[in-house]
């Protein structure tokens, strides 16, 4: 089969015949929608766009492929060059982490009816409305808020959407998160709330890593804030032990509290209702989601369910509504007007794709685990990442910052004073098919040659051991 004329935005002529994998290329199909445009060619199309910016022939592209066997030959040949988590001992973390996904939630999420619903009306989506309140009201238990937003983007969209509703509920501009954050949440926030708001960082507390609370009561006093950011636990891993009366002293100055968590940990900590949230934000990805390449990610905002917080919630929401006659249910999209897709320019906030595919999974892990199994998730997670801590902290050359306070999954692993730099150890380590954490020396410089190691529920002791024992040999 010969290659179909390859379409530029130069003039080139009209393809011949139709492409296989492009629909309306028919050249009857493409001279009537030229015709219906009242245009000669597709050039006339782009005439706004100046001629530099203009292809004047071909991309430099190899040949089509125009059948299916040699397209998937393709495909898996790119595939079959990446190297996955699940092939390698792995730390990863740093907010996407790689623990248990039990059998029955991958085979309900890719139930046919789900997996190829991305969005419409309820008629085309044949339960997943009612899903997504399922995963609505399960994250509301759980983090002890009424209200829950449908699955936003990932857990930071979900933050820095919520830390906008404070502004305009507070009437307010400023900010306050800590320094400690995720720097690519905290290079969001400042790119996407420019418009509305000012981001301060709060120092640490040289100690215990938590918000220093001098410095924030300093910046609670200088007025106009709308809100204090709290991370359970902080994206270093350790938990802001001080939580109480970091809420108590911003809700004494007017500003309301956001407090980011991770809801795996929620079977053994207390949900951020019982120390002073306002607005609950989280990614559900630990959940019961695969890593999936950094993807699988799945945030959520909840909040009181009150009007002004509800109407403040740019996110998509899905309300159950009883039938006329009281013997039925259904569901489907509150509050539409509250979200950019209805506001389109003039909203506040903008609300991007949705991950409702993985706000399913979160759902059946949630329901599959109840109370009990979420209590035994993180008892399971606590207790390795501690038994980690010793180890790793026993290799001589290796510091860990904070490691006298408490931690959850995550901690820091300062390489520097073995004379390695932290790129170099996780270099060295991949080679020894270990995945051994995310390098901070660029990302938080001022942490030094550091590593962030993450433990999940699935890690053994003998895989603990072979880190601290892989580690020290490089590290010699």
């Not at 959850?408 to 073995?418: I, K, N, P």
Request: proline share 6%; glycine share 12%.
């Amino acid at each position: 089969m010969k290659p179909v004329a390859s379409r530029t935005m130069g003039a080139v002529a009209e393809p011949t015949r139709a492409h296989p994998f492009i629909p309306n290329s028919a050249p009857a199909s493409r001279a009537q929608m030229l015709a219906a445009l009242n245009i000669d060619s597709v050039d006339e199309l782009y005439a706004a766009v100046p001629a530099a910016f203009r292809l004047t022939g071909p991309l430099d592209l190899p040949p089509p492929l125009v059948d299916e066997v040699s397209l998937r030959r393709h495909v898996e040949g790119l595939l079959a060059r990446n190297t996955h988590t699940g092939q390698v001992l792995s730390f990863l973390g740093g907010g996407c982490y790689g623990g248990h996904v039990p059998a029955v939630v991958d085979e309900i999420t890719r139930r046919a009816e789900f997996v190829t619903a991305y969005g419409g009306g309820p008629y085309g989506d044949h339960g997943k409305y009612q899903a997504i309140f399922e995963f609505q009201s399960l994250i509301g238990e759980l983090v002890g808020m009424p209200a829950v937003s449908a699955p936003t983007y990932d857990g930071i969209t979900a933050t820095t959407s919520a830390l906008l509703m404070a502004a305009r509920l507070t009437g307010r501009s400023r900010l306050l998160v800590p320094e400690t954050m995720n720097p690519d949440g905290l290079a969001h926030l400042r790119m996407f709330a420019k418009p509305w708001a000012t981001i301060e960082a709060i120092a640490h507390d040289s100690v215990t890593g938590g918000l220093d609370l001098d410095v924030l009561g300093a910046a609670l006093g200088a007025g106009g804030a709308a809100a204090v950011l709290i991370e359970m636990p902080s994206y270093l891993g350790f938990l802001e032990e001080r939580a109480p009366e970091i809420a108590g002293v911003a809700h004494a100055a007017g500003a309301l509290v956001v407090v980011s968590v991770d809801p795996s940990t929620l079977g053994i900590l207390a949900p951020p209702v019982a120390y002073g949230a306002n607005i609950v934000t989280g990614d559900a990805q630990s959940l019961g989601n695969h890593q999936l390449f950094g993807g699988g990610q799945c945030g959520f905002i909840a909040h009181r369910d009150e009007e002004p917080y509800v109407r403040e919630n740019p996110a998509i929401k899905v309300s159950a509504v009883p039938s006329r006659d009281g013997t039925q249910t259904g569901f489907a999209w509150a509050l539409l007007e509250a979200t950019s897709y209805d506001l389109r320019g003039e909203s506040r906030d903008f609300t991007g794709t949705s991950q409702w595919l993985w706000g399913i999974g979160a759902a059946v892990y949630l329901s599959l685990l109840g109370p009990s199994g979420l209590r035994e998730l993180g008892e399971a997670i606590a207790s390795r990442c501690a038994y980690a801590m010793e180890r790793l902290a026993a290799v001589p050359g290796v510091r860990l910052p904070f490691a006298g306070r408490p931690h959850m999954r995550e901690f820091v692993v300062d390489v520097g004073g073995s004379g390695h730099g932290a790129a170099s150890v996780l270099s060295a380590l991949r080679e020894r098919g270990i995945f051994a954490g995310i390098s901070l020396s660029s990302s938080v410089p001022w942490l030094g040659e550091s590593l962030l190691v993450a433990v999940n529920e699935n890690h053994t002791q003998a895989d603990i051991d072979r880190l601290a024992a892989e580690l020290a040999d490089v590290l010699r």
